[in-house]
């Protein structure tokens, strides 16, 4: 068993410090807002002052962060992550940032003598805490073959992508496919409503189809029950889609259904709707149709 | 247990009849090509010579035909389906045909005394023998208790959608999907290969992805792995689409995502992949991408 | 100068009979509603009673009218068009109808001895007026040939495109721009409006723009000033688009704008607004800018 | 008569400065390479050895530049335009740039005393030697109305859109419906060849049609006859395509057709076409047809 660092003990990070403990790994963890993090300290997660801080304890240092801005305050700085990082050690990065920001600070990293992994996972809380977490990474082979047992202890599935940046290239081709998948199911939907079917007749009978992804279970029946706080919202969605459509443009491929459920996502803006959960596409159509 | 009896005996239907076997009901059967039933014959289905004969022998006769001309073949007649049928008795037809075409046979049954269920399934063959099966039924509801178990022992999900004709109506309206989400995995796996990841290891991401759906879990293998038999070929899928887009016309609902896959399989045709799995649409983006 | 018919004196028919009458022209014409051609008679229109009767009193007959359904109204039964045909006259047909009623029609023309041409044109009434029209012909060359002077008096543009049908098609092609240029132009006018330039500027700006095409000259203010008719309103526009999208389908070329616009069209009619000119697609878009 | 200046007499500059001898100004001219102009200095512009020296000697500046960076690079340093420009002075811009460029350069110019307007033309060389270029302009009204007499000799056709940077804003607006336009005729053009009309025939058609926009009548002749230098290339394309994404995007204005015919520019690109006019698109959508 490892000693394991973890930076960002929200949502997702706090779940998976606690599946680190039940693997039996040393957790030193690292909260902004210490507060929301004091239930790990009871379960036997060390809470430690700084980013710096865990780094210095660690062998392995995980992190799950909001975006690359958040990144790059832990990373930075007299009590940053890189302040604490040094030979031997690993620095493992879960959170969603651009290609270019995860390069970057994988430099940065292997300046200090240590070595980076970008670590993005597929799924949200519910995928994690059903213990169906799928993490694809990239950066040295040897580094992942090495950080490969502490990522299954949170997955469990774990795939070496290739270099540094090129997981969370990955992790932005993946995503595309949930706006697109969800405006389809949308389109399902309403349909069905219109031929005379009840809309939760119509969503069980989906949900129970071949068409049905994991990400849909979960995000369909937002539709019917629109979250307080939305999983994934609008604005957050289009942001990751732009990453996408970017990528596309600069290497291109040709990217017709993201550039169609982008230009929903704009209208659902537009609509109104785009401090809600994605799931939201829904109300659009449903305002467009007869 | 019951009588049941079974028309159609092919990749789907003789599968089908044997989970009824297995289930301890008494199958009568009938196959156009009695020679590749004969499987079923040593497993106990009683092999009869006509539709006709399989509806007098049977409670409840089940169909799975391929198109809307296939049970119309079996339907009428001498020897058809009608003619065997009666008071007390139920037929339920699981091929996918148009709503029309369903509530037009349901009305010819209903002149018998018998009743009629549509129940179309989502999946193919290997969702099937993996046990998953959804089945959606239309009709009436206490027809529709009546056989629920015998649908059971086939899939095992059933859901009633409503009154005669609204469960094709649901699996034209649940396909719709199908094209969507290969034509944006496409999109992910050619970002993928662009950006120096190599196309399996891409693939193996994505159906870990909680954006994997079952139908995407067995069809994208297809891309690098081209099946002699096509599953489904691009001609299949837009018969489908036609029937979403001609719905989505006379009921006034906007289909951005259909119609714009609904484009691309006519590209595959043009670019000549019309007859293979519609998972060749990976072809046709692929020749577009830089 | 020839002795002319015409059969359906409306909105294009009444000023292309003038048109003939002005160049010399001896012209028969019928009206169903026959009042409505009244001024016609004033000027010098010989009103016939039946649509045989305007075949038999004239060399070349000409008719535009609504639909397929109105075309085989005039021409078949004891008064029809096709009961005062005979050897060495010329049936042109004016209307936008399909190819296959275009060409079964052509048929039973030269039954009669008589020669058939599909002669559609590109324009509205406002294109007429101003002398502007443009005509596409099908049928036999030297048919085409014999008539290209009457057709001239009308037009002034006529181009001989092919066999009988193929005018018809190449309307049915040139028509689907409609909605297509006027929903780009809808997507400019937004964009200007929401950074802050009036609506009345945005459009003058873009009509003296060289992407004003003629059809937008007379379309695009109805956005600000929306006729209490319509001139073509979002049925009778998807009517078109969908023989245009039933040829792609048919030949395999995918029809990526198209699809689109007729997407937004049935948006239109589930917004409401399918009674009105199809300028409408402005509202649509509008209601979902922020 | 005025004062004028004009930098970069390329393409587009070079005809503009000569319309605006021959109204009777008194023109000083400057051009990077200076031996492209000599035919101007022979008609009477006087050039001048720097954008400083131009603007010194002049009320009014205009310039005519390929691109932001060039832009900037006439404007700034000791020999740049804004060295030259003073109080009383004004400086119209008539190049394509981004608005947020434009709007910098205004802010700068009037710290010099000076007054800047955007003024980009909507057009090619075509419609300018027609003599049929539309101007539309960004900046204070009083300035507009001080040289809206000079721009008229080069137009004619000038619209007052607003503050500055609108007027570029309503040009990348205006843009937009370029490659939609020209999408839309490559679908019309396959559908008539595949149904057996000569593609030149279509060509015709089409040209004579309403839907003919003069951008259509100069561009569409190149699929049949590709120049050697490209008009506007794909690459080109897409850059103002690209502006025009970003505002829809920040302004919550969904733009459909844009965004898809930016993906058929991708693939384009994709294709091999990306160095050739976007008339290319019709490449793209022909490999795909059957």
């Known amino acids: 068993m490892a000693k394991v660092g973890f930076i960002g003990l929200g949502t997702m ?11 039996g790994h040393e957790v030193t963890g690292y909260n902004r807002t210490r507060a929301r993090a004091e239930w790990l300290a009871h379960l036997g997660v060390e809470l430690a002052d700084s980013p710096r801080a865990v780094a210095e304890a ?6 799950m962060l909001r975006d690359t801005q958040a990144l790059h305050d832990v990373a930075e700085g007299p009590d940053g992550v890189l302040a604490g990082l040094g030979p ?7 959170s969603t940032v651009s290609p270019e920001a995860s390069r970057a600070l994988s430099a940065r990293v292997a300046e200090t003598g240590a070595r980076m992994l970008d670590a993005p ?7 994690l805490l059903a213990g169906r ?12 073959e090495r950080v490969k047992p ?12 290739g270099e540094n940046g090129l997981a969370v290239t990955m992790k932005v081709a993946t995503n595309l496919s949930l706006p697109v998948q969800v405006l389809a199911f949308c389109e399902s939907i309403l349909l069905a409503e219109k031929s005379g079917i009840a809309r939760d007749t119509a969503i069980e009978v989906l949900l129970n189809s071949v068409v049905a992804s994991p990400a849909l279970q979960y ?36 990217l017709p259904t993201t550039a169609l459920s982008n230009q929903w996502l704009t209208a659902a803006r537009g609509f109104g ?16 149709a007869g």
Request: proline share 7%; no cysteine.
């Open 13 to 23: 990070g706090g779940p998976m410090a606690q599946r680190l403990l039940d693997a």
């Open 58 to 63: 660690s062998e392995v240092t995980l992190a």
């Open 219 to 254: 995000r369909i029946p937002l539709i019917v029950d629109p979250p307080e706080e939305p999983l994934f919202d609008v604005h957050m969605m289009q942001k990751d889609l732009k990453l996408a459509l970017e990528m596309g443009e600069s290497l291109g491929v040709p």
């Open 150 to 161: 502490i990522l299954e202890a949170i997955g469990p599935t774990v795939n070496y992508v």
């Open 88 to 94: 031997g050690k690993v620095f493992a990065d879960m």
């Open 121 to 127: 996972v597929s799924g949200s809380q519910v995928t």
């Open 273 to 288: 709707v785009g401090d809600r959960d994605f799931a939201a596409l829904y109300e659009v159509l449903a305002g467009l």
């Open 133 to 144: 977490l799928s993490i694809m990474v990239g950066g040295e082979r040897d580094v992942f």
